[in-house]
């Protein structure tokens, strides 16, 4: 099993290497030829800021870093959110977190195609906080003061109403419909973290989510991506399709995920 970690730091490889884990660096840091990265050939590798870990996605998939038939488990961790098992409290070194680190594949996962992170659970928002983060969306929309939020209602209020519905029209409609459904719902398997049984199906989701995002991205081109909740508006809209793709076509399970900084 393959698990690539990105990391925009460079002063993790070692630790990162103990863990069984391939590093991968991303950014504008320099990053010595043991790392992988986003800069093959053919990359998008200076969009990093706004599509983040999906640049390395891009250089993966186009440069073949993979063999077409590489026919095991792969997958994608970052340097502060890890594949674990059992754990029920905080880590406080390296040598904790690999006790608990995912470092082959799990016997559970023979019936599926696909793991995904164990999902969050969107409830409702503060008032306050609403209001705060984006007031013309609550005027647009006032009935999010009053019922539990949805992942719609989520994205709509931190990253903006207008990249949302823009990217929705560059999807089929039969694909448009079922990610709207989706998206109504409350429960997102997140951080963009996957790992999948083979490349076959690791490149069958490269094909639907790259044409998509470089749509996305001609038609904002023009639009101010400033401030985080906007900078990496093709990361987080990945985020929401990732799960709902791979829900809708192959087999899926869980895994835990584990937020550990060092």
Request: aromatic share 18%; charged share 30%.
């Amino acid at each position: 099993m393959k698990i690539f970690c990105l990391s925009i730091h460079n002063k993790n490889y070692e630790q990162l290497k103990n863990l069984n884990l391939i590093p991968v660096g991303l950014g504008k840091e320099q990053f010595d030829s043991n790392w992988l990265n986003d800069k093959g050939e053919n990359n998008i590798s200076e969009k990093n800021p706004n599509f983040g870990e999906y640049t390395f996605h891009y250089n993966l998939w186009k440069n073949k870093i993979i063999e077409n038939d590489y026919n095991n488990w792969i997958g994608f961790c970052t340097y502060r959110r890890f594949w674990t098992k059992n754990v029920k409290e905080k880590l406080n070194s390296y040598q904790e977190l690999n006790k608990y680190i995912v470092k082959k594949k799990d016997t559970d996962w023979d019936d599926f195609d696909v793991i995904l992170g164990e999902p969050l659970i969107f409830k409702k928002i503060k008032n306050i906080k609403l209001i705060k983060r984006n007031i013309f969306e609550v005027i647009k929309n006032p009935k999010v003061l009053f019922k539990k939020n949805s992942l719609m209602d989520q994205f709509k209020i931190f990253h903006g109403s207008f990249f949302l519905e823009k990217s929705l029209n560059f999807l089929s409609n039969n694909e448009k419909e079922g990610f709207i459904k989706f998206l109504n719902g409350h429960e997102l398997n997140p951080y963009n973290m996957f790992i999948c049984r083979n490349t076959k199906i690791l490149y069958q989701f490269y094909e639907e989510i790259f044409p998509w995002l470089l749509k996305c991205e001609n038609e904002f081109r023009n639009h101010n991506l400033d401030g985080y909740d906007k900078k990496r508006i093709y990361g987080f809209l990945a985020e929401r399709f990732m799960p709902y793709w791979f829900k809708k076509n192959f087999k899926t399970s869980t895994c835990q995920i584990t937020f550990f900084d060092n």
